[in-house]
């Protein structure tokens, strides 16, 4: 009886596509690709008759060209952001026109795919799209609210727009202040959008030595150089059906950035020593520290790249910009430490937590992060307070020291010189840790020094 039961129970309904062209011909194509898929697909030939049928039935994702009898794809992402925004909406773009292709996602577009269609990246864009409408990592849960740290009305906001761009495909650009936390933010549109399950490629742009990054992001062929001596994937091949994530992407030399742009347009790479493209399923999200727009008024960064890898744009507010957020973040540090030493948190004395309220974190979440981990080890009874927090100076003033009000062979000037240099080594030490997320060694090697050498100076200098 169980069986029988079961057997009658109705098979769940298969995920619906709206599919809005003019052209006979690529509606078959696209509508017997779709239904290979195990996919239900209605066609319009008109923005009109789309509408009328998004009114009236439910679709898992439009599929529209751009340019209809009737009117424009564009106008048709704009009303479905309106009118039915959970319907996620891609475009169907001439070759080329990726400027419409841009615009669409400026709109709110998952993604877009262009003419003549190449049916594997239309099953993956499809394949996404229909993802990120029937399931969630965890039911009612907000993925970015568990990780982003802070209740503060800025932090709200991003928050919010991390809920919005993750149900895109378009690319983001995080902008913010080194240690601001730029790779979590991309960490978190990562996994509450549909690549989720996909893979989450880091790449820190400013680490790849100018002569590998070539091959480390496209890949190479066997024998393609000298010590080519077997075929090797590339960063961005590696990120297949998930995300890549370019940190410090300013820092890409402009060669790589040709490249890069072929990548955003096409969707496709060309290994080095490879004759042929290939084509890849890929998210782009990017960030720096820098100004893109002021380096592409210097020549440095391309335009065209520029507002292709800046559809959209996040920031990330500064530490000092959330005082309010101190002591949630502090608490949260100092419990990872504590569970990271195998002892209890110590606790934040108000004295502590008003001092750190107070200093304007140059370094943002992750010089407090460094400063809490020294006062962890010199506090003692538990209790942490503004005696046990070393802080730097205030920033320093960028006029030149006067050299000439001192004694040229006084112990004053002397003094005054050697804090002075003291002071630029500090700088570029601690300017060295931050590009390296605190990894020493590498630190070490962009300072040209040896990492003793370098552990050395930060004892003596006092950095924490």
Not at 158 to 168: A, C, H, T
Request: proline share 5%.
């Amino acid at each position: 009886m169980n069986a029988s039961l079961t057997s009658a129970r109705p098979e769940p309904a298969k995920p619906a596509v709206l599919i809005v062209d003019d052209e006979p011909d690529l509606l078959e194509l696209v509508s017997l690709t779709l239904s290979r898929m195990n996919l239900r697909t209605r066609t319009a030939p008109d923005v009109g008759t789309a509408r009328k049928l998004l009114k009236s039935e439910a679709f898992d994702l439009c599929l529209t060209d751009m340019r209809l009898p009737d009117g424009d794809g564009l106008d048709l992402v704009a009303w479905i952001q309106e009118n039915r925004a959970t319907v996620p909406v891609a475009v169907i773009t001439a070759h080329g026109n990726i400027e419409s292709a841009v615009r669409a996602l400026k709109l709110g577009a998952f993604d877009f795919v262009s003419k003549p269609l190449d049916l594997r990246v239309l099953r993956k864009l499809v394949g996404s799209a229909i993802r990120l409408g029937t399931g969630s990592p965890e039911a009612g849960a907000d993925p970015s609210a568990a990780r982003l740290i802070g209740r503060s009305a800025v932090m709200e906001q991003l928050r919010e727009m991390i809920s919005r761009v993750s149900r895109s495909q378009a690319p983001v650009h995080i902008f913010g202040e080194s240690g601001t936390g730029k790779e979590l933010v991309a960490r978190m549109i990562h996994e509450s959008g549909a690549r989720r399950e996909g893979p989450f490629v880091a790449v820190n742009c400013g680490a790849i030595p100018t002569e590998l990054m070539e091959s480390e992001l496209f890949g190479h062929r066997r024998g393609s150089f000298t010590g080519a001596v077997a075929d090797k994937k590339g960063l961005i091949q590696a990120a297949e059906g998930g995300t890549l994530f370019l940190d410090e992407v300013a820092d890409l030399p402009l060669h790589m950035q040709v490249k890069l742009l072929r990548v955003v347009q096409e969707k496709t790479v060309r290994p080095v020593g490879e004759s042929r493209e290939e084509t890849v399923d890929v998210r782009i999200l990017s960030a720096t520290h820098k100004n893109l727009a002021d380096l592409v008024a210097q020549g440095l960064f391309r335009e065209d790249l520029f507002y292709r890898i800046n559809v959209i744009e996040l920031r990330v507010p500064a530490l000092r910009e959330r005082p309010e957020d101190i002591w949630e973040i502090a608490q949260a540090i100092l419990e990872r430490l504590g569970r990271r030493s195998g002892s209890q948190p110590p606790r934040l004395a108000e004295d502590a937590v008003e001092l750190l309220k107070s200093y304007p974190f140059p370094g943002n979440v992750r010089e407090l992060e460094n400063v809490l981990e020294r006062a962890l080890t010199l506090c003692v009874g538990g209790t942490i307070t503004a005696e046990h927090i070393k802080l730097r100076s205030t920033p320093r003033a960028t006029a030149p020291v006067e050299l000439a009000a001192a004694s040229p062979g006084g112990t004053e000037a002397g003094a005054a010189l050697g804090d002075h240099l003291e002071g630029i080594e500090r700088d570029a030490i601690i300017k060295a840790l931050e590009k390296t997320r605190y990894n020493k060694t590498a630190a070490a090697k962009l300072l040209g020094m040896s990492f003793r050498a370098l552990r050395y100076r930060i004892k003596k200098l006092g950095i924490a």
